[in-house]
C-alpha cells in the first residue's frame, strides 16, 4: 500500500511539473529561434550554427545585457552604452563607463552582427562569443571580472532559473554567460528601412531626392560601404581626423603593420541617423560634417586608401549632393528595430 503511494506520488509530481513546465528542469522546451536571412544579405557567420538562439537562451542574454551587476559598482549595464532607442549606441563620441571613465572610441551599433566577419572598430574579435569578455573587464567600462560576475548572479534565484530553462541545470559558466549574451545579439537584425522596402517593392518609392541620393551613394560611396550591409568589413584609412590618444593605432594595433596604422573597419550605415556622433572617437557631430570633411579633404598618410588619394585626398560634393545623400541615408532607419519591445 505504501509502495503504491509512493509511485502514486511521483506520477503527480510529475504530471504537475509537466503542466506547469517552470518548476523541473526534466520538463522544459527550448526551441531554437531560427535566425531569418533577409534578402541580398550575406551568408551567416558559421558562429551563430556553433551557438543557435534558443528562446530561453535568447531571453537570459537580454537579461544579462540589461543587468548592471556586469558592473564592478552595479552602475552600468550592456545597455547603458548600447541603447536600443538609438539602435544600441549612446551618442557621445566616445564611451563612458564606471566612474565615468572616458573609454578610448565611439560606441558602435549592435545589428546584424550575425553576418559580420569582424567586430570593433579595429576587428580585433573574431567571434562574438568572445567579445563580451573585453567590456567586462576593460578598465574604462565595466571593469569587473566574469567571477565577480558569476558570484553575484549565483545569489539571484530568478537567474538559477533561466540558466535551467536556457542550457539544462544550474551552472552558471563563464561560457553560457558569453553564449546567451551572443545569441540575444544574434537576433537583432535591421533589415526592414525605406531601403529595403523600396528594394523589395513593396509598394514605397524614394522621393526625387532620395533618388538622387542612392544614385551619387552608388558612385562615390559604395566601393566601400557596399553589401546590403552598407560595408565590405574591410580596413581602411580615409584620412579622418586622428585620435590624441596615444593608445590608438586602428587596425595596426591588431596586426602591427604600419600599413594598417589608423585603418578602421568600414561601418555599416544601417540606422546612421541614429548613431551620431561619428567617427571612430566621434570626431564628426552630423552627416553634413562627415560630407563636408570629405569635400573639404582629408589628411594625406603614406596608406590614405587608393580612392581618396586617387581623387586628390577627397570625396568632392555639392552642397546639393550632400543634401541629397543624407536623404538617402535617412532612408536606411529601421524604426521597428530601434522601438523598445
Ligand atoms: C562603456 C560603454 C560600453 C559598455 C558598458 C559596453 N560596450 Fe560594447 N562597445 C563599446 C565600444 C566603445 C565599442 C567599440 C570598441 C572598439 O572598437 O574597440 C563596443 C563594441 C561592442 C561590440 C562590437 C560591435 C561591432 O560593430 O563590431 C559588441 C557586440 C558589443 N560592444 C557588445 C557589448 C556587450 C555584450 C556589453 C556588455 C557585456 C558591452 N558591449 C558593454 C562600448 C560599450
Ligand atoms: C574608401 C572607402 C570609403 C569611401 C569611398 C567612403 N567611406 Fe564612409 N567610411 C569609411 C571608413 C573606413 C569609415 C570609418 C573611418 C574612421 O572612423 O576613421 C567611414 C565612415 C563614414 C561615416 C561615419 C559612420 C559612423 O558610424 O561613424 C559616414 C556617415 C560615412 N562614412 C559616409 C560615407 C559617404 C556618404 C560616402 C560617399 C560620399 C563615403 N562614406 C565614402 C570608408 C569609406
Request: aromatic share 10%.
Amino acid at each position: 500500500m505504501k509502495k503504491t503511494f509512493g509511485i502514486f506520488a511521483i506520477v503527480l509530481l510529475l504530471l504537475s511539473c509537466e503542466a506547469d513546465g517552470t518548476e523541473a528542469s526534466f520538463f522544459y522546451d527550448n526551441p531554437e529561434i531560427p535566425i531569418y536571412i533577409p534578402k541580398g544579405f550575406p551568408e551567416l557567420n558559421p558562429s551563430v550554427k556553433a551557438n543557435p538562439p534558443t528562446l530561453y537562451g535568447v531571453e537570459l542574454g537580454k537579461k544579462l545585457f540589461h543587468d548592471k551587476k556586469l558592473s564592478s559598482n552595479n552602475s552600468i549595464s550592456c545597455a547603458s552604452c548600447h541603447q536600443q532607442s538609438n539602435a544600441f549606441t549612446d551618442n557621445r563620441p566616445q564611451a563612458i563607463g564606471v566612474h565615468h571613465r572616458i573609454g578610448l572610441r565611439n560606441t558602435p551599433p549592435i545589428q546584424n552582427m550575425s553576418f559580420m566577419r569582424f567586430y570593433n572598430w579595429d576587428g580585433n574579435i573574431l567571434l562574438l562569443e568572445k567579445q563580451p569578455l573585453v567590456p567586462i573587464v576593460t578598465h574604462e567600462e565595466m571593469d569587473s571580472s566574469i567571477l565577480e560576475i558569476i558570484d553575484k548572479l549565483s545569489n539571484d534565484p530568478d537567474y538559477k532559473k533561466l540558466f535551467v530553462k536556457a542550457f539544462g541545470d544550474e551552472e552558471i559558466s563563464p561560457q553560457r554567460i558569453y553564449n546567451s549574451i551572443a545569441q540575444y545579439e544574434y537576433t537583432l537584425i535591421s533589415a526592414n528601412s525605406k531601403y529595403d522596402r523600396v528594394m523589395r517593392n513593396e509598394g514605397e518609392a524614394f522621393t526625387a531626392s532620395e533618388l538622387r541620393g542612392y544614385q551619387i551613394f552608388e558612385q562615390k560611396c559604395a566601393a566601400c560601404h557596399s553589401t546590403e550591409l552598407f560595408t565590405d568589413q574591410s580596413f581602411r584609412n580615409i584620412g579622418f581626423p586622428t585620435n590624441p590618444n596615444p593608445d590608438e593605432a586602428g587596425r595596426g594595433r591588431v596586426t602591427g603593420k604600419p600599413e594598417d596604422y589608423m585603418s578602421f573597419r568600414v561601418p555599416s550605415l544601417r540606422n546612421v541617423e541614429y548613431t551620431a556622433p561619428y567617427g571612430s572617437f566621434g570626431q564628426f557631430s552630423t552627416l553634413k560634417e562627415v560630407l563636408d570633411y570629405f569635400d573639404n579633404g582629408v589628411i594625406d598618410a603614406p596608406n590614405l586608401d587608393p580612392i581618396l588619394k586617387e581623387n586628390g585626398n577627397s570625396i568632392p560634393l555639392t552642397e546639393g549632393e550632400k543634401e541629397e545623400l543624407i536623404a538617402f541615408m535617412k532612408t536606411l532607419s529601421d524604426a521597428n528595430f530601434t522601438a523598445i519591445e
